[in-house]
């Protein structure tokens, strides 16, 4: 999952890595990865979706809430 999103992202196709994001996470919650969250993110910046930026990061795990990836991503997400 991880690396079709990276593949969407680098082809632009931020939308397909949105819908990919929504089908893993109701499918898998619990396995939310950091590879994952941050293509996801980079996804909702590039199409300047904060409101959606903001419900992916109500589901990181706490656990990465405080990866310094995820947070660059955060500050991407709210400069754009």
Do not use: W
């Amino acid at each position: 999952t991880a690396n079709q999103m990276k593949n969407f992202n680098d082809q632009k196709q931020f939308h397909k890595t949105l819908q990919l994001f929504d089908t893993y996470k109701n499918d898998t919650p619990a396995q939310l990865t950091t590879i994952i969250i941050l293509q996801t993110l980079k996804a909702c910046s590039r199409t300047r979706d904060l409101q959606r930026g903001e419900d992916v990061y109500r589901l990181v795990p706490s656990r990465l809430r405080d990866n310094p990836y995820i947070v660059t991503s955060l500050i991407h997400l709210y400069s754009e």
